[in-house]
């Protein structure tokens, strides 16, 4: 059974920093894209970061220079690290493993049928 369970939301104010986490099991997911989406209520679904199978990465533009995301293919454990938060920031993080080698767009995180999520970590970020 795939299970991919994040960590690491919580609450704080402008400018600080969180670190999300996602470890995965049932599913060896060194061969494939991972990373990150959001929503927040009312909003759309937002794609903000991934990471594929060689390391390359793909940062939404609204968090570009403020959140970076890593791979420890050891732990079966992604990361995403949260810097300068803007309350606009705030939402439900999900982790996402879609079965791709390659994330070519950020909504690849969740449009693939045979690709698994978590149950979300909510951050909060207030002014």
């Known amino acids: 059974q795939v299970q991919l369970v994040e960590s690491g939301g919580g609450s704080v104010q402008a400018g600080g920093s969180l670190r999300l986490s996602c470890t995965v099991s049932g599913y060896a997911y060194s061969g494939y894209c991972m990373g990150w989406f959001r929503q927040a209520p009312g909003k759309e679904r937002e794609g903000v970061a991934a990471i594929d199978s060689d390391g390359t990465t793909t940062y939404a533009d609204s968090v570009k220079g403020r959140f970076t995301i890593s791979k420890d293919n050891a732990k079966n454990t992604q990361y995403l690290q949260l810097s300068v938060l803007k309350p606009e920031d705030s939402a439900m993080y999900y982790c996402?493993?879609?079965?791709?080698?390659?994330?070519?767009?950020?909504?690849?995180?969740?449009?693939?049928?045979?690709?698994?999520w978590g149950q979300g970590t909510q951050v909060t970020v207030s002014s």
């Open positions: 996402a493993a879609p079965r791709l080698v390659r994330c070519r767009r950020l909504a690849d995180l969740w449009s693939d049928v045979f690709g698994y």
